[in-house]
């Protein structure tokens, strides 16, 4: 096991009713406020009405922001920043999900500095301080709620990258199951995929000496996988929403990487792909992760790993064929998982050609190869694009 410093700072207030308690937490940090949000999900859903209720009867002044995109852009982080600036506002509520906690957060490290918040991206700069950030989720998926990361794409060059800084982990989220009802089959199945795949990007390591965090890692993805159908198809079970949206808060809180070193090539890979083709990012992951694996599994030491996966994760018989074999029965399994709950699992299946893999290939590692587990040069990039066709 590797040395490792935890420190998860976000309050996590789960279960029914509690996006009641929003004006009350927010108190404990600002009394004005921009109020950051999507293409309108809250607002067909009531969800709106009760937060603008809860910060009135706190008394918290609120300056709007709606229209984050799946994907968000740098152009709205760079409105919000003024937004922000000109109002005398130092504290931004997140209503939605991923893609407008990551806008929030990055225009919370953008109010008071400077320079160009891009440079944060690109590593040129290096952020000092960060507004507050308060979440309200509205789809279990990307984890960002008590991440420290945001994933901007940046309009000029269809750049879509990450940054990573303790400074912008929200510091509290509410976290309502119900709230998820409404959410669209796709959707709710992207953030499934997005689940499944933040637990497996830590899972596959060569670290070793890590039962405890591999045994938590394959509880979460077995966990997903028994709910995410369920919740799915019966849209209004509680409980199911309830173990789906907790397994991908765990999922990506870090706690399952302590000790242990990650791979995040197919999350690199994925963001190419939804960067050009404006991709659900759990839908390009659905058609990265399995080519990945079997990219991966071409190296004998990524065997054993994989091996353990299709046993532990699918119930692969352990001595049913080779190890090599079982791996790509366990490969087997979750894209037929992933196929159950409608998801693409080839760049075919939303009719994506060949014709800008060399490009994606090439932006993928133009900061050097990716991945730990199994490092990527820009060929292992185009080979497993050739095998996500
Ligand atoms: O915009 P609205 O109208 O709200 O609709 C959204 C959006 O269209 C809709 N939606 C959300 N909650 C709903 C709902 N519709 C009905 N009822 C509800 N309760 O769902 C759509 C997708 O929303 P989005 O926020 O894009 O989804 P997700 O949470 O999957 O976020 C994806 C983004 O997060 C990034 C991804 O790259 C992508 O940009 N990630 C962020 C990470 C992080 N910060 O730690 C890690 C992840 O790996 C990921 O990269
Ligand atoms: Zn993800």
Redesign the pocket.
């Known amino acids: 096991m590797e040395n490792f410093m935890f420190q998860n700072t976000t309050k996590i207030i789960f279960g029914k009713g509690t996006q009641k308690l929003v004006g009350e937490e927010v108190r404990n940090f600002s009394n004005r406020i921009l109020l950051h ?6 607002k ?2 009531g969800l709106y009405d009760e937060v603008i209720k809860s910060l009135k009867e706190a008394h918290i002044e609120v300056v709007e922001l709606p229209g ?5 852009r740098l152009g709205l982080v760079a409105e919000g920043i003024k937004i922000c600036r000109n109002e005398g506002i130092n504290f931004i509520l997140a209503v ?7 806008s929030a ?1 990055a225009i919370a490290l953008g109010i008071n500095f400077n320079g160009k918040i891009w440079d944060f991206f690109t590593g040129k700069a290096k952020p000092e301080k960060a507004a507050p950030v308060g979440v309200i989720l ?2 279990p ?4 709620e008590s ?1 420290n ?3 901007i ?1 940046n309009e000029d060059g269809l750049i ?1 990258k ?1 940054f990573h800084s303790d400074l912008i982990r929200p510091k509290f989220a509410i976290l309502n199951p119900e ?2 009802f ?3 089959e796709f ?1 709710a199945a ?2 499934a995929c ?1 689940a499944m ?2 637990v497996m990007e830590r899972y596959f390591t060569h670290t070793e000496n890590v039962d405890l965090t591999d045994r938590l890692c394959e509880a979460t993805i077995k966990t997903v996988i028994e709910n995410a159908p369920i919740s799915i198809k019966k849209t209004n079970d509680y409980n199911s929403r309830a173990e789906i949206m907790w397994a991908s808060t765990i999922a ?1 809180n870090d706690i399952l990487s302590t000790g242990r070193i990650g791979d995040w090539g197919s ?1 690199k890979i994925g ?1 190419e792909i ?1 960067a050009i083709y404006d991709t ?3 839908a390009s992951l659905a058609i990265v992760f399995p080519a990945w694996m079997k990219h991966a599994l071409k190296d004998r030491e990524n065997v054993f790993k994989l091996y353990q996966y299709a046993v532990r994760v699918f119930d692969v018989d352990p001595l049913f064929a080779s190890k090599k074999d079982i791996a790509l029965e366990g490969i087997r399994r979750l894209q037929q998982f992933l196929k159950g709950i409608n998801l693409p699992t080839t760049l075919d299946d939303i009719n994506i050609s060949d014709d800008m893999f060399e490009k994606m290939a090439e932006k993928c590692v133009q900061f050097g190869p990716v991945g730990k587990f199994k490092r990527l040069f820009k060929e292992d990039v185009l080979a497993i694009l050739r095998l996500a066709g």
């Open positions: 949000y999507g293409g309108g999900s809250i067909k859903t984050v995109k799946p994907n968000p939605g999900g991923g893609s407008v906690i990551d957060k509205t789809i998926a990307a984890g960002s991440s990361v945001t994933v794409t879509k990450g709230i998820t409404s959410l669209p959707q992207c953030g997005d795949a933040h990506h999350h963001h939804s659900a990012h759990g």
